[in-house]
């Protein structure tokens, strides 16, 4: 291949990437282990990965997905810790397919235009953008703040008494609440509830999964 035309991909963890803090609590929240941001990627930085022989970069976990972190204050639906994967939570859990991850933004109402101006720095640095779409990989309380007018949020017209049908988009297990092998209160006021249970990732077609399923 003409190394013109060569595409090398330079992929990076977008919230640890600009996260100085040298002394990570073991299962902190953000405020004691911190958080990298978009705006980490300078113009210098970005040169710099432009100079490794980079043609691309790949900024994992910029949607938004489920986390223990509360931001209520924006008008953002918090998600129950028993369900959230860790304090961060996974960037392959999506909560809101038409939003940023606000853990990633210096300014949390204005994360859509930090992401703008991310886009816009990498290619004035000569590189293009790839991000992840993750689609059908949804957290367990999906729900999209950002959604636009005449859209449907995922599930609103299912019918939960089918475990499947072509026009729904969970699987679900009709008549049966969720009864996990694990802690359904995880430190919250009220546990964690879902009837009917939906199926749970790597194919659990039952209400009762266990610490290592996904959950």
């Known amino acids: 291949m003409n190394d013109e035309k060569k595409i090398i991909i330079y992929q990076v963890f977008t919230r640890l990437f600009g996260n100085n803090n040298n002394?990570?609590?073991?299962?902190g929240d953000i405020s004691a282990n911190g958080c990298g941001k978009m705006a980490d990627f300078?113009?210098?930085?970005?040169?710099?990965?432009?100079?490794?022989?980079s043609t691309h970069i790949w900024y994992t976990g910029i949607i938004e997905h489920a986390t223990q972190t509360d931001y209520r204050r924006y008008n953002i639906s918090p998600d129950h810790p028993a369900i959230v994967k860790g304090k961060a939570g996974s960037p392959y859990a999506i909560k809101d397919y038409y939003d940023v991850d606000p853990d990633l933004a210096n300014d949390v109402p204005?994360?859509?235009?930090?992401?703008?101006?991310?886009?816009?720095?990498?290619?004035?640095?000569?590189?293009k953008v790839i991000i992840d779409f993750v689609p059908n990989h949804v957290a367990r309380q999906y729900h999209s703040d950002a959604q636009p007018d005449g859209t449907t949020e995922l599930g609103a017209n299912d019918?939960?008494?089918?475990?499947?049908?072509?026009?729904?988009?969970?699987?679900?297990?009709?008549?049966?609440?969720?009864?996990?092998?694990?802690?359904?209160?995880?430190?919250?006021?009220?546990?964690?509830?879902?009837?009917?249970?939906?199926?749970t990732g790597n194919n659990r077609f039952d209400a009762t999964p266990n610490i290592t399923d996904w959950y």
């Open 110 to 127: 204005g994360r859509m235009k930090e992401f703008e101006n991310l886009v816009h720095r990498t290619h004035r640095a000569g590189l």
């Open 159 to 199: 019918d939960s008494s089918l475990s499947f049908s072509p026009y729904n988009n969970f699987y679900y297990i009709p008549q049966a609440e969720l009864h996990a092998q694990f802690d359904m209160k995880d430190g919250a006021a009220e546990p964690y509830r879902e009837f009917p249970a939906k199926a």
């Open 42 to 53: 300078t113009m210098k930085a970005l040169g710099e990965i432009k100079k490794l022989g």
């Open 23 to 27: 002394h990570c609590v073991y299962n």
